[in-house]
C-alpha cells in the first residue's frame, strides 16, 4: 500500500491510501517491484498542488515516507 499525506501548513492533513500489490515472499529473500501509478483527484479526495509525503506500508508497518511536491500541470 502507498500513504499519501498533505503536508502544507495551514492545510488538513489528510491523507489517501493506494493499494499497489500483494506478495508473499520467503524471509531475506529480495521483491522487486516497479509500477506506474498515476495520482488522480477523485471525489472528495482531490489532489492539490503543494508539498506532501509518500509512504509505503508493508505488512501493517509504514516505511519512512519520501517527500513529494505536486504542482500544475503546464497549459
Not at 488538513?12 to 516497479?34: D, I, N, Q, S, Y
Not at 488522480?40 to 516505511?63: D, E, F, H, W
Request: hydrophobic content about 40%; charged content about 20%.
Amino acid at each position: 500500500m502507498y500513504v499519501l499525506t498533505r503536508t502544507d501548513p495551514g492545510t488538513l492533513a489528510g491523507e489517501k491510501v493506494g493499494h499497489l500489490t500483494r506478495a508473499t515472499v520467503k524471509a531475506g529473500a529480495p521483491l522487486h517491484l516497479a509500477k506506474a501509478h498515476p495520482l488522480k483527484s477523485a471525489g472528495t479526495a482531490a489532489l492539490a498542488p503543494g508539498s506532501y509525503q509518500l509512504a509505503l506500508q508493508v505488512n501493517g508497518r509504514r516505511r519512512p515516507p519520501a517527500l513529494l511536491r505536486i504542482t500544475d500541470r503546464p497549459a
